[in-house]
């Protein structure tokens, strides 16, 4: 019996985990495209984010709300290059979490810890939702984010009451040159790929960035819809469409690679 993607191009717009996620696609017969979009950078200044990890340790958070898995795997960088891992573990330990997902809830449970508490999905909508439960008034909130703002989860929480301490880890970089991504966009154009999949928003950003800067805006609409969009959850799909893309494939719930590499496997075969 044949592989169930044998004969398919995927390209893969991923970084921190493409490699992961090919083999993935591959082990099923897929050819895959790689082509990474952005890298994650820790943030430039340690000042603000030791800062805030020192204000961890004092238990001047009555919660905390944690976005990524990658940001707190990247706190506990700052907090061990600084000498801190340690206090910053048993303050986690001490503190009430609310997780967005299961990332976040993974990067504890490598450290030892469980969240007190997962969002109803993993979305900012989500959080809130979860945090409309708990008693917020006069609390101090420690916030991890994942770009430079969040305003409804911010907005949310003032108007609830408490204090927000946010902390941003980790930057996003243009990984993939200009002219990696031109090619990608000229196959697309040629319907060489079957499946162009999306993990992040900052990758569908540095896509249509590279487009508009080559004029390639009309290539691009025409590769996107002589392909299928993946895209990992529902966020980013909407992301997609506020750009203009269809989105073909996205998994409902369990926002993890095995789900989205299944999705891909229906739509396909």
């Known amino acids: 019996m044949s592989p169930s993607l044998e004969g398919r191009t995927i390209a893969l717009a991923e970084g921190r985990q493409l490699e992961e996620l ?8 897929a050819a895959t495209l790689r082509c990474p979009m952005v890298s994650m950078l820790d943030a430039p200044d340690a ?3 030791l800062a805030w990890l020192r ?12 976005l990524t898995g990658e940001g707190l795997r990247r706190l506990l ?6 000498g801190l891992r340690d206090a910053v573990i048993a ?27 997962v969002a109803d999905t993993p979305t900012t909508e989500g959080v809130i939702a979860t945090l409309q439960r708990e008693s917020l ?17 911010v907005h949310f929480l003032e108007q609830a009451g408490a204090t927000v301490l946010p902390v941003l ?34 990758q569908v ?42 989105v073909d494939i996205c998994p409902e719930q369990g926002f993890v690679m095995k789900n989205l590499v299944q999705q891909i496997k229906r739509v396909l075969i």
């Open 22 to 29: 090919a083999e993935m696609l591959e082990k099923e017969g």
């Open 47 to 49: 000042g603000p984010v």
């Open 55 to 66: 204000e961890l340790i004092a238990g001047r958070f009555d919660l905390l709300v944690l």
């Open 77 to 82: 960088g700052f907090a061990d290059r600084a």
């Open 91 to 117: 303050a986690l330990g001490c503190i009430r979490t609310v997780t967005r997902g299961p990332k976040p809830g993974r990067a504890l449970k490598e450290i030892g810890l469980s969240p007190t508490v």
């Open 137 to 153: 008034q006069g609390k101090t909130v420690g916030v991890q984010f994942y770009s430079e703002s969040n305003p409804p989860l």
């Open 169 to 202: 880890p980790y930057v996003y970089a243009p990984k993939s040159d200009a002219e990696r991504v031109t090619d990608l966009i000229h196959r697309l154009s040629r319907g060489e790929v079957d499946v162009l999949l999306f993990t992040s928003s900052p």
């Open 205 to 246: 950003d540095r896509l249509y960035e590279v487009a508009t800067e080559a004029k390639l805006e009309a290539e691009l609409r025409q590769g996107l819809e002589r392909c299928q969009v993946a895209a990992v959850g529902p966020v980013l799909a909407d992301h997609l469409r506020q750009k203009g893309a269809r």
